[in-house]
């Protein structure tokens, strides 16, 4: 049976990327697409979630609208240097014609989650703030998830907006660490594998033999040139679709586990600040908190064949 999910986004061209691979396998069931900030302003992350359902056909999943900036600090700006003025590379996809569910996101969350008891997978590839509300009205989600996997943080490498913290996390440190501490599973896929995968110029041109590839080529062209200029290489990072791949096939990972908190102030605020030794001479805020997996090693050929498969259909 497809896994259930909840994608909750800031598209954002990797997390397009990520949408549509979700929707290009069967092990995965999308029922709901919820939204947040980052990437661009929340309003426009709506619209390009309904715009690329749109693109491939699937406008009966819903799409929730959610926060518009973090529990307690400000939103810094959108990321327009790596994913464009749109979100999308300035590739532009016509104006949504369906609209959003009532419903807020975190809502959304709550009633999805209490309706399918132990069978919906949060997958978050934002800044956490849609998850620590639904967590804030309604902690019994806990409980009732078949877990949480997401996109964001560093476990043993540097961050990527400063040495301290990855984007996701720093925007909303304080959701990430409520999200973190929940005491639900939970694992992160962080910038230690996501950015061991790389998809190169030649591998882009590859997936142009499917409708849906062609559009990822085209987007990717402006995310190419940000990591040219910012990481002196002609490639993109896979970050968000690294949830759906550990999704489909967790084999394609390697796990290790401990507590992670999250650093909410000061020069290493979004750190997660991961306990990889577990044994102290005293007790200290890690203790006696969940583990959360933490991918450490991938198998980046097969992610990419796994992707390249899903996405030309072959
Ligand atoms: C994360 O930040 C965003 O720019 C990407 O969409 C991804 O979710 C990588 O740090
Ligand atoms: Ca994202």
Redesign the pocket.
Known sequence: MAQKIIFDT?P????AMAILFALASPEIEVVGLTTVF??VHTDLATRNALRLLEFAGRADIPVAHGAAKPLQIDFDEP?AF??GENGLGEVYLPEPTTAPDPRPAAQFIVDMVMQHPGEITLAP??PLTNIALALLLEPRIVERVAGVVL??GAGAVNG?VNPAA???IWHDPHAADRVFTAGWPITMLG?DV?MAVQMDDAYLAELRSSRTGEFIYDISRFYLEFHRQVHGVYACHT??PSVIAYLIDPTLYTVEYGPIRVITEGIAMGMTLWDRRGEWHRPNPWTGRRSVGVCTGVDAERVLALYRERITGG
Request: aromatic share 0%; charged share 25%.
């Open positions: 800031d954002g061209i990797d997390d980052g990437n990321a790596v994913h590839v934002g996109m964001g990527n990855e984007a996701n910038l996501t970050h968000d």
